[in-house]
């Protein structure tokens, strides 16, 4: 899927805020790992294939050293929905 595809979708989705990821491990050739809220613990139990997460990490690199390809979209209360 790309980007855009996934943006469409994203939309009718729950947010959902993490402050950071753990408990990091490989089972059975996939990635698994918890999202976590400071204070209030686990938000979200994820399994990422290997070559899935790999290609995330590579992405989510680039967009925090600020190389990624897409712009950062600030949201203004009715073109992009947040």
């Known amino acids: 899927m790309t980007d855009e595809e996934l943006l469409l979708q994203a939309t009718v989705l729950p947010p959902i805020y ?3 990821f753990g408990a990091f491990r490989k089972v059975n050739g996939v990635l698994r790992y918890v999202g976590w809220v400071i ?3 686990a938000q979200v139990n994820l ?7 790999e290609q995330a990490n ?12 897409a712009c950062m979209h600030i949201w203004n ?3 992009l929905h947040h």
Do not use: C, E, F
């Open 77 to 79: 209360g009715v073109s």
């Open 18 to 20: 993490v402050d950071g």
């Open 47 to 53: 399994i990422v294939s290997l070559v899935g997460a």
């Open 39 to 41: 204070d209030t613990g």
């Open 58 to 69: 590579h992405a989510a690199r680039q967009a925090l050293n600020g190389k990624a390809t």
